[in-house]
Structure formats: structure tokens, C-alpha cells
């Protein structure tokens, strides 16, 4: 936390890679931040992207409080002004890109005059001499989610042990939007994971497009989402029970999805650098899996042939035999 300095990833072997420098450090948090925020869990990172990486500092009234990490070529509004540490990777690289902490990464201060370590709190934010610490831990899930795309569509995890459903769709898919994040992303690539979106990019690096998928109590329960019950640009999932909260919930809106690797970046090993990735498929009037279609902009039924999609998880370790 000091201007001009680096900002490092360390590896379980000890190894380190510089991903770029300190810009400028937050003068405040913001609150309230974004609805979906307050889902999760107090210390932890509650949105990963291209384009940010957003911390829960608290839930205050029920409204999340965050401090955010963005790069210093772009803006991202749910920041907030003035609550953030910019530094100086480009969009959709390092921190935003092969090094993407996932929702619900410990996040934690050295303190810079007495070297103790504490919780990310309201009490404890990092300051100017401060060491901030992000922990990706490393979690055992599945390997896919697929999602037949129609009203009571099944949402199935599939693992090591088979498949169960983990949830229904509400309101399918059919179009996309001019999702601004996307403009680092690639085709058929996480854009960003909170505790209330899934968002990809259907359009290439350069260019805007693309859709989300959230939960049921995301386009409920908060105000900015209320669109999403008219437009095609969003897909809503709920619980198999039909009441539970989804949001904030592992693997889709917790612990798993993450943007990966932009083209050239490396990781440490080659099983790391193409696995670590959350990439998604299509499947058009019930054919064969392909690449996602490449779509720009604001198309309302782009995607109106998509009946079926699938989400393959990110993984770093060879696959075993």
C-alpha cells in the first residue's frame, strides 16, 4: 500500500511474479455499494472481474460496504469514487486476469508499524505503509455446471461423482447487451463473478457484448435488477426447492469462477495456464457442442437458437487418469 510500489503474487512453492505497481491508494470505501454485495461474507472478496475486484468490508443496514482493487486504464462505476487502490495491470491481466482471486478469497492488512495481521474490517482498513493480503484458497467442486436454457430448465453440476441438479431456470436467454466490462474479455470468457451474476462476453477483446445469468433474489430483491424480468439479456436461475437464497452460493456465485489467463499470459505451469479459466459452450437448436457465438453490442435475440449451455469450472492440476 505505498505509490510506485509492486503488487506481487506468491505461489504454494514459494515462487513470485510481479503483476504490476501501486497507482494510487482509496481515500474512502464506498457504501452502499451494489445490492449483491451484502451476500457476501465480511473480510472476503465479493466480486471478481476484468475490470475490478470489489472486497466486503462490512454490511451495514443491510447494504454492503466495499473497497475495491482496479486497473488504471479503465473505470468501473460500482467502485464507487476515491475507494479504491489502482494500480497499474492492464484490464482483463494479473489481478483481473491469470491471477483472479474467486468470490470468497480471505482478504487481510499487515499493519505496516507493528507487521500484525488482522481481517479485512472496518477498523482495520489498510493504510498508506500497509501490506493488503488477498488468500485464494484452493476448494474441491466440479468440473461443469450445464444449464438447458427454457422455463424449468435443469441447472446440473457435474463432478467426479457423477451429476445432481443445483437449480431451475426461470426465465431463459435470448439475447445480449452492452455489458461495458466485456471490452476486455474474449469471446465465451467470464467477464465477472459476484454473489449475484455470472457475466460473459460474447464478443471479442476490443468489443462490447454479452450476457448474465443471476439468481432469483438478485432480480427480486434488488432495485437495479428489476429489468432483467423484460429483457433478454439475462438469464435467472433459481433453487431446486423453489425458496432458498441462491445468491452468494457456491459454485456458481461463490468460490469457483474466475476471468483466467488473457492471451499470453502464463501461470505456473501449462496445466495452470489453460485450465484456470471459466469458459462457456453452446448448444444451438439441440445440436452439438460448439464455441460460444460471436455477438457485439445490444441484440435482443442473438441467442434465441441457444437451448442448452455449459460452464466448465477452472482447474490448475493435471487431469488424472
Known amino acids: 500500500m505505498e505509490p510506485g510500489q509492486d503488487v506481487t503474487v506468491r505461489s504454494t512453492d514459494g515462487s513470485t511474479a510481479v503483476i504490476g505497481q501501486v497507482v494510487a491508494l482509496p481515500q474512502t470505501t464506498r457504501w452502499p455499494s451494489y445490492s449483491a454485495s451484502a451476500w457476501g461474507t465480511p473480510g472476503e472478496?465479493?466480486?471478481?472481474?476484468?475490470?475490478?475486484?470489489?472486497?466486503?468490508?462490512?454490511?451495514?443496514?443491510?447494504?454492503?460496504?466495499?473497497?475495491?482493487?482496479?486497473p488504471r486504464e479503465?473505470?468501473?462505476?460500482?467502485?464507487?469514487?476515491?475507494?479504491?487502490?489502482?494500480?497499474?495491470?492492464?484490464?482483463?491481466?494479473?489481478?483481473?486476469?491469470?491471477w483472479a482471486p474467486p468470490v470468497g478469497s480471505k482478504v487481510s492488512v499487515i499493519k505496516g508499524n507493528t507487521g500484525e495481521r488482522y481481517a479485512l474490517s472496518p477498523s482495520d482498513l489498510p493504510k498508506k505503509g500497509d501490506t493488503l493480503i488477498i488468500t485464494v484458497q484452493k476448494l474441491d467442486h466440479g468440473y461443469m455446471a450445464e444449464i438447458e436454457n427454457r422455463p424449468g430448465?435443469?441447472?446440473?453440476?457435474?463432478?467426479?461423482?457423477?451429476?445432481?441438479?443445483?437449480?431451475?431456470?426461470?426465465?431463459?436467454?435470448?439475447?445480449?447487451?452492452?455489458?461495458?466490462?466485456?471490452?476486455?474479455?474474449?469471446?465465451?470468457?467470464?467477464?465477472?463473478?459476484?454473489?449475484?451474476?455470472?457475466d460473459f462476453s460474447s464478443s471479442q477483446r476490443g468489443k462490447i457484448g454479452?450476457?448474465?445469468?443471476?439468481?432469483?433474489?438478485?432480480?427480486?430483491?434488488?432495485?437495479?435488477?428489476?429489468?432483467?424480468?423484460?429483457?433478454?439479456?439475462?438469464?435467472?436461475?433459481?433453487?431446486?426447492?423453489?425458496?432458498?437464497?441462491?445468491?452468494g452460493t457456491f459454485p456458481l456465485f461463490k468460490g469457483v469462477l474466475v476471468s483466467g489467463p488473457s492471451e499470453g499470459e502464463l501461470l505456473w505451469d501449462v496445466w495452470s495456464t489453460y485450465g484456470r479459466r471459466s469458459l462457456i459452450l453452446a448448444r444451438r437448436n439441440g445440436g452439438p457442442w460448439e464455441k460460444f457465438p460471436e455477438v457485439s453490442g445490444r441484440n435482443d435475440f442473438a441467442?434465441?437458437?441457444?437451448?442448452?449451455?455449459?460452464?466448465?469450472?477452472?482447474f490448475t492440476d493435471e487431469p488424472s487418469i
Not at 448474465?212 to 438469464?235: F, N, R, V, Y
Open 45 to 70: 472478496v465479493c466480486a471478481s472481474a476484468v475490470n475490478a475486484v470489489h472486497m466486503l468490508v462490512s454490511v451495514e443496514k443491510e447494504k454492503g460496504r466495499t473497497l475495491s482493487i482496479i
Open 153 to 198: 430448465g435443469r441447472v446440473t453440476e457435474w463432478s467426479k461423482d457423477g451429476y445432481h441438479i443445483i437449480g431451475r431456470v426461470i426465465r431463459p436467454l435470448a439475447g445480449t447487451g452492452r455489458f461495458e466490462g466485456t471490452l476486455f474479455q474474449k469471446t465465451g470468457a467470464l467477464r465477472a463473478n459476484h454473489c449475484g451474476v455470472m
Open 303 to 314: 441467442l434465441k437458437d441457444v437451448t442448452h449451455l455449459r460452464i466448465y469450472f477452472p
Open 210 to 247: 454479452g450476457f448474465q445469468i443471476i439468481p432469483w433474489d438478485h432480480a427480486l430483491l434488488s432495485k437495479e435488477m428489476q429489468g432483467s424480468w423484460d429483457m433478454t439479456q439475462w438469464m435467472i436461475i433459481g433453487p431446486v426447492d423453489g425458496k432458498a437464497m441462491m445468491g
Open 74 to 98: 479503465t473505470i468501473a462505476p460500482a467502485a464507487g469514487p476515491g475507494a479504491s487502490v489502482v494500480i497499474s495491470s492492464t484490464a482483463g491481466n494479473g489481478i483481473f486476469g491469470a
